[in-house]
């Protein structure tokens, strides 16, 4: 799918367990409230962004648990009940309408087979799934990020990153893609996005509002 001619971007790429998918409420099911569940995934969110070099996610996942007061084995569980994933509930209008005009593709800090699994989820084939694991490294580093837009064949310029959390904002701004935020969760841009304000194009509550920004 090629964008229209007059088009801003050429390709709009999406992070995935936050941005498409309301991985939040898979969390909070497997820690057993939303309280530990917040207290978890912000663990686990700060354990992958600060990794560097990949390292086995179910690992991370368990770590991260661990390291929140919570069983080790919520991370087995929580990898056993994967597929209980669902996208938010405007998800499939908003890549249908992208679809249609422009190609999709997701950078994701996930192994190749949760990422797989997690981005059929949205019943949409990317044209291009960028996962930790393939990359070698974990976002915020380039790697990831640069990946994608290689297989893609498109610059920076052309391309549209769509952060869940704030620590996508620097990570996808640094290599130079533009970047809209949805912000699910209504938390300022302090929270992890500094130095990304430059590149920002839009911020939102849901993901409607990309439809704009992409024009």
């Known amino acids: 799918m090629n964008a229209p001619p007059n088009a801003r971007y050429d390709v709009v790429v999406f992070d995935l367990l936050t941005a498409l998918l309301d991985s939040w409420s898979l969390w909070n099911a497997v820690a057993g409230s939303a309280e530990s569940g917040m207290r978890w995934r912000r663990e686990y969110l700060r354990l992958t962004y600060g990794q560097g070099p990949y390292r086995d996610y179910e690992e991370l996942v368990t770590s991260s648990a661990v390291s929140s007061g919570m069983p080790a084995t919520l991370g087995a ?13 405007e998800v499939p209008d908003v890549l249908g309408a992208l679809g249609r005009r422009m190609r999709l593709a997701v950078v994701t800090n996930c192994s190749e087979a949760l990422g797989m699994r997690a981005a059929s989820r949205t019943d949409v084939s990317f044209d291009v799934t960028v996962t930790a694991e393939r990359a070698g490294w974990y ?15 498109v610059p ?15 990570g996808a701004s640094a290599v130079g893609m533009d970047v809209f935020w949805h912000n699910r969760l209504g938390l300022p841009l302090s929270a992890g996005g500094a130095g990304a304000e430059g590149k920002l194009v839009g911020s939102a509550a849901t993901l409607g509002e990309l439809l704009r920004v992409v024009g």
């Open 77 to 89: 569980e929580l990898v056993r009940r994967w597929d209980e994933l669902t996208p938010w509930p």
């Open 139 to 153: 976002k915020p580093s380039p790697r990831p990020y640069e990946l994608a837009l290689a297989e893609l064949g």
């Open 156 to 170: 920076p310029s052309r391309a549209l990153f769509v952060a869940g959390s704030p620590n996508d904002l620097p």
